[in-house]
C-alpha cells in the first residue's frame, strides 16, 4: 500500500504509511470513501478530522457534523486526505478525478 503526499493524495487508496509522515496524521481533515462495514451511517464524500492512530493502524476520526467517532482500518476502509488548505466550505472531490 502506497502512502500519499500533499501533491499526489492518490484517490481511491488509503491514505497510510507507517515510514514517513503523512497528512493523515492527527488533525488531518480526510474525506470518506467507502467501508465494509455495512452498519456505518458515513456517505461518500463526508468529511471529518483524525483525532489519533492506535498501535494497530486504526485512524479515529472525528465525523462531520456531529463529531462521532468511527475508525477506518487501512486495507479495509478507503479514505483520502483534504489538502491542508481546505477551507470545510466547499464540497471535497471524490476519487477518480482528473
Known amino acids: 500500500m502506497t502512502g ?6 492518490h484517490p481511491g487508496e488509503s491514505c497510510v504509511t507507517f515510514e514517513e509522515p503523512t497528512i493523515c496524521g492527527s488533525g488531518s481533515h480526510v474525506a470518506f470513501i467507502s467501508s465494509a462495514d455495512e452498519h456505518t451511517r ?5 468529511t471529518g478530522v483524525v483525532v ?12 462531520d457534523p456531529d463529531g462521532h467517532i468511527f475508525g477506518l482500518v487501512p486495507g479495509v476502509d478507503i479514505w483520502r486526505p ?3 488548505r481546505w477551507d470545510g466550505e466547499h464540497a471535497p472531490m471524490t476519487g477518480g478525478a482528473e
Open 4 to 9: 500519499c503526499t500533499p501533491d499526489e493524495p
Open 42 to 46: 458515513l456517505r461518500e464524500g463526508d
Open 52 to 63: 489519533s492512530v492506535d498501535d494497530l493502524g486504526t485512524f479515529h476520526v472525528a465525523w
Open 82 to 84: 483534504l489538502h491542508p
